[in-house]
Structures are given as structure tokens and as C-alpha cells.
């Protein structure tokens, strides 16, 4: 994949209308609807900025939640979930896609912009098309939730157009969303030149030269509870990494697969083979592969369960793995303290329980200490980093999680596949 894209730098947006895709899919208090964490809306402050100074007009546009723009497929949806058919009306279904509307995200950005950040009532309707049409330079406007169009996820042309026609350039900013081909990330690019904004910039920047050109060593910490998540990953950074870290729940499952027992633990048996298969390429390639030693264990998936600390292939049968011990927190700390580069990509146990955390928090202080570029991958390891003060010891935290994990399996990414070439 071609990391090497146009930025909003290699284009001149004097006086234009500018579609940029950003990433407000904030969370919200169920109750009030009130945004409990702006760090995304703050994150595309750079790129709107920049394009304002420039004499720009922005017209952004941004998916939140997962509305069902379908009121037979939402009556569908919530029948699966046990939800009583009868009671699934019309005016619920439009409530539950009202409430995610994007005015509260309008309201936030404007406070933090400094200046009024005009809102659409629709997507490509007459509301948006009229007030995108009357945009003038160093306005903003906000179109509303992408997700209320059907075409939206299904990358329908016809909304792709409309949303394009609406500007004169479209910048992509949503690395969270990129590895989706919707009408909003990939299928304006079709109508629009395209470039990316600050955010996507840097993350190919960072994570891209990490895999194309890593300082060496270059050692890939991979946890999380499952392997069939990982097994891409782990199978192209063997290719490329230098040493690879395998910790989390994934961990069992290689540990049965040389034969140990491993009592309760999370276990995926379809995958036992795979993991034999990594094991030998990792051989084959000569890439050092380190497993846990040794693990904490308990009675049960619980914050008071008491730790019990076992060999990683002899966990008793009353028991599940929950953290990785002391000697596998020496030993992968060691192969990250001389690394060029370090990639993480998933906890190393349950660390929301403080007595499972160590495991976790101890890799994380590794890579503060370390002088390597040290790159989190996001989803969970980017919440532990932050949750555990470390977050600004690391040289950068990706703002995406399943398109960071596409993104270190070297799948090719819709939303960057479709910007120009720098």
C-alpha cells in the first residue's frame, strides 16, 4: 500500500468549498445526550483550522453511532435482541435515530473554534444543500449524521455525488473510519480530487514509515483476547518485525497449541493450528516469537478474585489467565528496552481489574523508558496507556482502532486507497 498521499498542503483552497470527513463519533451520556469526551472533535481542529486560514470554506461531515436509517430492518434488529414486535413503533424507531444526531457536536465545535458552526438538517437534502450553497470563506458547516442516509455504509454512488457536488475538494481526517469504504470515506473521492488532513497525514507518516522503513529493531507487542483478531497481524509483522510479543487472552490458545493446560482460560480451538503455523514461520523467518512464561490466574472473571500465580502451560482446571506474571513482564521488557521501534497493538491482561493491571502497566512503562519510537495501536492499549499516565511518553497513539489493526495486517485502506499521490 502506498503510504506516500497529497495532504491539504499540496493543494490550493483559496476560495473553495472543501467536504472533510472527520471523526465525531463522540461518546455521549445515555440520559442527557451531552458529549463526555471531546478528545476526537479536538483532534480535527488542526485540519479545519489550517483550511479556515487558508480562506477555505469547510463543509464537514462526520458519522456518530450506528442509527438504522431503516425503520423494517431496525424492527428486524431489535426483534433479534428479544425486543416484543409490537411494541416497535414507528416513532420509536425515529427517536432512536433522532438522538444521534450530530447538533451537540455543532455546538462543541463552534465553542472551540471560537466562531458559529452553522448545522444542516439533513445530509444532502435541501437544507444542506442550500446552506452549503450559500457557504462563503472561513465559514463552517456542518452536515448532519452521514449514517441517517441508507447509501451511506453501503458506498452508494448517488450519495457519493451529492455529497461531492455540494464542494470543490475533499479532505479525509477519520482515520478511525478509513478502512471502511463508505459513500463519506472513500466514494466522494470518486467526484472530488482528494488529500488528506493533518490527522490521517500523520498516521501515515508515523505508522506507515514504521512498517515500510522501521528503525530496528523493530519489536511488535500484540495482546487482546483473541487470536482469530490478530492472526493477519501477527502473520504480516512476522514478515517484518524483528521480535514479536505475544501477550492477552491470544495467549492460551498459542498455549494449548504446544500442548499445555490452560484450565478456564479463553481458548479459541479453531485456531490451534494457525498458531502452530505462526510458530513455525516465526522459525523460519527467524524472528524471535516470545510467549508468556508465566501467568496470573483466577477462580474467576471478577475484580476480587484473588491472583494466583501459575506456569502459562499448567494453569489448573478451576482456573483462568487473567495477567502475565512477573517473569514474562522481565523478559518482554528486556526485548523492549534496546528496540528501534515498538509497536503495540492490545493489553497484556484484564487491566480494568487493578489486580490484573500489572502486566499491562508494566509493558507501558517499558516503552516511557524506552529511547525507541514507540507507537500504540489503538483501541484498548491506547485507553490503558492513557488510563496509566503514559500517554505522553509515547511518541504516538493512533486514533484508530479496527482501521489501526487493518492498517498493521497491510490490507490495503479504502479511505486512503482512494487519496491522491503525493
Not at 143 to 164: Q, V
Request: proline share 5%; hydrophobic share 45%; charged share 25%.
Amino acid at each position: 500500500m502506498n503510504y506516500n498521499k497529497k495532504t491539504v498542503k499540496d493543494v490550493d483552497v483559496k476560495g473553495k468549498k472543501v467536504l472533510l470527513r472527520c471523526d465525531f463519533n463522540v461518546p455521549q451520556d445515555k440520559a442527557t445526550g451531552a458529549i463526555t469526551d471531546d478528545k476526537r472533535i479536538r483532534s480535527s481542529l488542526p485540519t479545519i483550522q489550517y483550511l479556515l486560514d487558508q480562506g477555505a470554506a469547510v463543509i464537514a461531515c462526520s458519522h456518530l453511532g450506528k442509527p438504522e436509517p431503516n425503520f423494517e430492518k431496525w424492527v428486524k434488529k431489535q426483534t433479534e435482541k428479544g425486543k416484543d414486535p409490537a411494541e416497535l413503533t414507528e416513532a420509536k424507531w425515529k427517536k432512536s435515530v433522532e438522538k444521534l444526531t450530530l447538533a451537540p457536536v455543532a455546538v462543541r465545535l463552534s465553542e472551540l473554534l471560537g466562531r458559529e458552526v452553522l448545522m444542516a438538517k439533513d445530509v444532502v437534502g435541501p437544507d444542506a444543500t442550500a446552506k452549503a450553497a450559500a457557504l462563503q470563506p472561513g465559514q463552517v458547516l456542518l452536515l448532519e449524521n452521514t449514517r441517517f442516509e441508507k447509501g451511506e455504509t453501503k458506498n452508494d454512488p448517488a450519495l457519493a455525488k451529492a455529497m461531492a457536488d455540494m464542494a470543490e475538494l475533499y479532505v479525509s481526517d477519520a482515520f478511525g473510519s478509513v478502512h471502511r469504504a463508505h459513500a463519506s470515506t472513500a466514494g466522494v473521492a470518486a467526484y472530488l480530487p482528494a488529500v488528506s488532513g493533518f490527522l490521517i497525514a500523520k498516521e501515515l507518516e508515523i505508522m506507515g514509515g514504521a512498517l515500510a522503513d522501521p528503525k530496528r529493531p523493530l519489536v511488535a507487542i500484540l495482546g487482546g483476547s483473541k487470536v482469530s483478531s490478530k492472526i493477519g497481524v501477527i502473520n504480516h509483522l512476522l514478515d517484518i518485525a524483528d521480535t514479536i510479543i505475544i501477550g492477552g487472552g491470544m495467549a492460551y490458545t498459542f498455549a494449548k497449541a504446544q500442548g499445555g493446560s490452560v484450565g478456564k482460560s479463553l481458548l479459541e480451538s479453531d485456531w490451534l493450528d494457525y498458531c502452530n503455523e505462526m510458530i513455525a514461520k516465526a522459525k523460519e523467518k527467524g524472528t524471535q516469537l516470545l510467549l508468556p512464561e508465566d501467568t496470573l490466574a483466577a477462580k474467576s472473571f471478577s475484580a476480587d478474585a484473588e491472583p494466583v500465580l501459575c506456569d502459562t502451560m499448567a494453569i489448573p482446571e478451576d482456573m483462568l489467565g487473567m495477567d502475565i506474571g512477573p517473569k514474562t513482564v522481565t523478559a518482554y521488557a528486556a526485548a523492549v528496552k534496546d528496540a528501534g521501534t515498538v509497536i503495540w497493538n492490545g493489553p497484556m491482561g484484564v487491566f480494568e481489574f487493578p489486580a490484573f493491571a500489572e502486566g499491562t502497566r508494566s509493558i507501558a512503562k517499558a516503552l516511557a523508558d524506552t529511547d525507541a519510537i514507540t507507537i500504540i495501536g489503538g483501541g484498548d492499549s491506547a485507553a490503558a496507556v492513557a488510563q496509566m499516565g503514559f500517554a505522553d511518553k509515547m511518541t504516538h497513539i493512533s486514533t484508530g482502532g479496527g482501521a489501526s489493526l487493518e492498517f498493521l495486517e497491510g490490507k490495503e485502506l479504502p479511505g486512503v486507497a482512494c487519496l491522491l499521490d503525493a
